[in-house]
């Protein structure tokens, strides 16, 4: 039986290492970058007796001087995973939500709900009624299913929405709609 591979003992060169190779798999916030380098610390500690609070400043440092060259941009972060979120059809409230978890600052997470509204496409539909039309679209649910199939899925297809974070006033302008378009410029009005 093979066990898993005993650490490596942290080192500043380790430490950078690690830091690279993830900030080159994945899209990365200070903080999320934070809690995998002190996993890795943790453990070193626990196999090898480093010390935790040594382990600790050397990654605060090396998370101070990625922010400080651009490898690290908490609102580039935020505003490229809002937009992701977005176009996925999620609430703003469910994208706020993501983002603090990925230990982004409220200013970014403001900041990066703003910038959503601002770029919404010039028919004037607000961001979130935008995304629970995408996220209709993408299910098939109201407006984008079958007409004889509407009126046995509707409190499915309000259910899903409500599962997604939305405004029961909301999901039920969207799947009681008659078409898409009349959802949408409904919104106009």
Known sequence: MTGRRQPRKITPRSLENAATAY???????AESLRRVLMRRVQRSAAVHGTDQDQGA??????????GAAGL???????????VSLHRRGQPQRRIRHHLAERGVAAAD?????????????????????????????????????????RA???????????RAGYPYALARRLIDAETPEAFLHAEDT
């Open 23 to 29: 900030l080159q798999r994945f899209a990365a916030s």
């Open 57 to 66: 400043a050397l990654v605060s440092a090396l998370i101070e001087r990625y």
């Open 72 to 82: 690290i941009d908490d609102r580039a972060f935020a505003e490229g995973r809002a």
């Open 109 to 149: 997470i403001e900041a990066a709900l703003a910038a959503l509204d601002e770029a919404d496409p010039p028919d004037g539909v607000r961001a979130d009624t935008r995304a629970a039309f995408n996220l209709a679209r993408r299910r098939r649910l109201g407006p984008f299913r079958p007409e004889a199939e």
């Open 152 to 162: 046995a899925k509707r409190d499915r297809d309000l259910a899903a929405l409500a």
